[in-house]
T-cell receptor, first 118, second 115 residues
Framework: ETGVTQTPRHLVMGMTNKKSLKCEQHLGHNAMYWYKQSAKKPLELMFVYNFKEQTENNSVPSRFSPECPNSSHLFLHLHTLQPEDSALYLC?????????????????FGSGTQLSVL | DQQVKQNSPSLSVQEGRISILNCDYTNSMFDYFLWYKKYPAEGPTFLISISSIKDKNEDGRFTVFLNKSAKHLSLHIVPSQPGDSAVYFCAASEGTTSGTYKYIFGTGTRLKVLA
């Protein structure tokens, strides 16, 4: 399998549930990202990991908890979500090379998990 | 406040004609720009990029133009084909020493190419 794989593709959960989103990349990249896409809003960066270390937390509420056990896997643990958290959650990976690089690596996205919170 | 803006939510173009999608940014530290295309039920896929050291980059039917003084970039598709119908996202990033780049995306423009 190649590319970035996200599971599940669709998820419906109640506000009291606990669920996890999974992302796996088969590209040999060392950086992984979670983005949120809500209707009529830009893709919002949530978290960034580089070599399993979190390098960015974009003021995300604590009901979203990321986990990156290795450079190939990324999870997003969800608990006590709100209906406004319903969105498409996209995982991405890239080859981070640090520094100022005018030709830096692009992001490769998975197909996303469409989340509905009831 | 949005740092990357795509002010046209949708655009319709006749097949064979030119499609021009626009993007404006406010952060003068952005020095690398990308365009992504997204079909329904799929993740965004990379289309073309441009560094701030260039003002034009071309790849087949796709050309991206960068006007740094105006903080504006545009994507030209010529000739447009029905398969180009998708949502196009503009993204920007700035240099960092952390090893990873913070890509900021616009809201997207839905392009519809009419046969």
């Amino acid at each position: 399998e190649t590319g970035v794989t996200q599971t599940p593709r669709h998820l419906v959960m109640g506000m009291t549930n606990k669920k996890s989103l999974k992302c796996e990349q088969h590209l040999g990249h060392n950086a992984m990202y979670w983005y949120k896409q809500s209707a009529k809003k830009p893709l919002e960066l949530m978290f960034v990991y580089n070599f399993k270390e979190q390098t960015e937390n974009n003021s995300v509420p604590s009901r979203f908890s990321p986990e990156c056990p290795n450079s190939s896997h990324l999870f997003l643990h969800l608990h006590t979500l709100q209906p406004e958290d319903s969105a498409l959650y996209l995982c991405a990976s890239s080859q981070a090379n640090g520094g100022v690089n005018p030709f830096r690596e692009k992001l490769f996205f998975g197909s996303g998990t469409q989340l509905s919170v009831l | 406040d949005q740092q990357v803006k795509q002010n046209s939510p949708s655009l319709s173009v006749q097949e064979g004609r030119i499609s021009i999608l626009n993007c404006d940014y406010t952060n003068s530290m952005f020095d690398y720009f990308l365009w992504y295309k997204k079909y329904p039920a799929e993740g965004p896929t990379f289309l073309i990029s441009i560094s701030s050291i260039k003002d034009k980059n071309e790849d087949g039917r796709f050309t991206v133009f960068l006007n740094k003084s105006a903080k504006h970039l545009s994507l030209h598709i010529v000739p447009s084909q029905p398969g180009d119908s998708a949502v196009y996202f503009c993204a920007a990033s700035e240099g960092t020493t952390s090893g990873t780049y913070k890509y900021i995306f616009g809201t997207g423009t839905r392009l519809k190419v009419l046969a």
